[in-house]
């Protein structure tokens, strides 16, 4: 058994940790999507929507929400994810679209689903919350509130490594690094935490991509010196993303499917990368390029536009 590396929350690493080490985990294979209805900007909350004079065009919005729908939908009929589902956007609620914010869903070794509540930096966000719990719990999850930490942005700072009960979680703009200290107790999983030191990369999700268990493509500048040691240590290979990249393209919050079957692992992402495109056809991955433009006016593109459920 490989209990020494649970409950831990790791800054640096020690010198007998070993990714080979961490239990086995299963992907989940159902997408999440949340309708954009109310899809809207009205407020600052990255340095994304500082540019007041860029205006949302709501209608084109719609439709690349719509495309991004019909890839999954797609998707599902190649029997690459298992099912796509949908939550209804509720009004006041304009960024309930990026459904990978409000929770981090997780399933114990013994099958129990969990899901953890996000604690939304924003006022305005927190409403969003209560909707997710109450499609969770229809679907047989259990609840988990975090008790000490004020904020916690569920999957946009919390991604898993592939195939492994290992995660990694992003703090220091979202999330409180206390978040994980709760979240590694709760899930019985180790966390690597990683500080988040540039506001371009305000969620994990937007810096930081595992492809497979052994490859990550990422923005260096979105961490510190000890981060990116940490991250070494995970992985054999790491694709360095220029920042100029993933800032323009938002290619670091591309969506990485996975499979079982390794001729059916498939990505989506935002058009126009290069680094980010070039990283995931050598790892085999077959990719979408989709626009995203409206959402990426929001801070968000496809990663934060779906939630991976079980
Ligand atoms: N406007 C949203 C916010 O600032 C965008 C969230 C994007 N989500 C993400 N995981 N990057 O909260």
């Known amino acids: 058994m490989l209990s020494n590396q649970t409950f831990k929350i790791y800054h640096t690493l020690p010198h007998d940790f070993s990714i080979q080490n961490c239990e086995q985990r299963q992907e989940p294979m159902r997408v999440l999507m949340c309708t954009p209805v109310y899809f809207d900007i009205v407020d600052v909350k990255n340095i994304y929507m500082e540019k007041r004079e860029v205006k949302l065009d709501r209608n084109k919005a719609i439709q690349q929400w719509e495309s991004l729908k019909t890839v999954y939908q797609n998707l599902q009929k190649n029997d690459i994810i298992e099912e796509l589902l949908m939550i209804d956007g509720a009004r006041g609620c304009e960024d309930m679209v990026f459904c990978a914010n409000q929770t981090f869903p997780w399933q114990m070794p013994d099958g129990e689903k969990l899901v953890v509540m996000s604690k939304m930096r924003h006022l305005s966000r927190q409403a969003e919350v209560p909707y997710f719990e109450e499609w969770f719990l229809k679907r047989n999850y259990k609840p988990l509130q975090l008790k000490?930490?004020?904020?916690?942005?569920?999957?946009?700072?919390?991604?898993?490594?592939?195939g492994k009960r290992l995660l990694y979680g992003g703090y220091g703009q979202r999330s409180d690094r206390s978040a994980y200290t709760e979240l590694t107790?709760?899930?019985?999983?180790?966390?690597?935490?990683?500080?988040?030191?540039?506001?371009n990369f305000y969620h994990l999700d937007t810096c930081f991509v595992p492809l497979t268990e052994h490859a990550v493509m990422l923005c260096e500048q979105a961490f510190t010196a000890e981060g990116m040691a940490m991250i070494r240590r995970c992985f054999e290979q790491v694709y360095l993303i220029p920042e100029?990249?993933?800032?323009?393209?938002?290619?670091?919050n591309a969506h990485v499917i996975p499979h079982s079957d390794n001729n059916k692992n498939t990505a989506i992402i935002q058009l126009g990368s290069k680094y980010a495109l070039a990283a995931l056809i050598q790892c085999g991955y077959h990719v979408y390029e989709i626009e995203t433009s409206e959402f990426m006016k929001s801070g968000g593109s496809v990663f934060c536009m779906k939630m991976m459920v079980y």
């Open 148 to 162: 000490v930490a004020t904020m916690f942005e569920g999957m946009g700072d919390v991604i898993p490594h592939p």
């Open 185 to 199: 107790s709760i899930l019985n999983v180790p966390v690597i935490a990683l500080k988040l030191v540039n506001p």
């Open 244 to 252: 100029e990249e993933a800032v323009k393209t938002f290619c670091l």
